[in-house]
């Protein structure tokens, strides 16, 4: 009996391969035809799904960024907010070549192209918000500084984790692990609340 291939299994394997040549060739190099002769189909199952190269490197982004935060958030369960912020800033160290290598050519696209960077925006909106409830549970949870801004504090995330990608593609030493993890507890601890001052 042969298995027919269900459309979902296949947008998968057609991301699976859109990420390794995106990855091995960037964005401009690795064509439609290639990513498909990679996946073993036609051009026809990318057209059929998706408008061109630039929106399968978005949703390959999605993937592999919402995997990606999915994997360090899971188990976090039952643990406080400034545990799985430490968790966070701790997993930076831990770098994953397509991961990064996507994200970068999705910024480089975004630099030359309003439209796609408008595309790139949107999907960076539902990373955010994971990270927003993280912190608003911190606050409700008297962990985190309830006068800071959680926009603030979600673009300080953000800015430290794409830096590290740019740590990354230029091959720069991350610093010493414990090093490292003392910094991220002295940020933590900066954004605990201020207890009041003892009479």
Sequence with gaps: ?????????????????????????????????AIA???????????????????MLLDALDLVMTAHLDR??????GRSADQILESLGADLMVREPASDALLMEALAAAHRDA???????????EQEAKLAAVVDTGKDDGMIDRGLSTEAVVALCQAI???????????????????????????????????????
């Design 1 to 33: 009996m042969m298995l027919v291939e269900t459309p979902s299994v296949l947008t998968d394997r057609l991301l699976a391969a859109a990420i390794e040549l995106f990855s091995e060739r960037g964005l401009d190099k690795a064509g439609v035809a």
């Design 37 to 55: 002769r990679r996946a073993g189909v036609t051009t026809g199952a990318i057209y059929a799904r998706w408008s061109g190269k630039q929106e």
């Design 72 to 77: 360090v958030l899971s188990g976090q369960s």
């Design 115 to 125: 439209d796609f960077r408008r595309m790139l925006n949107q999907r960076l909106v």
């Design 161 to 199: 984790s794409f830096g590290f990608v740019m740590f990354a593609v230029i091959d720069k030493p991350l610093p010493a692990a414990d090093g490292w993890s003392t910094v991220i507890n002295r940020l933590i601890t900066a954004a605990l609340p201020i207890a009041p001052p003892t009479p």
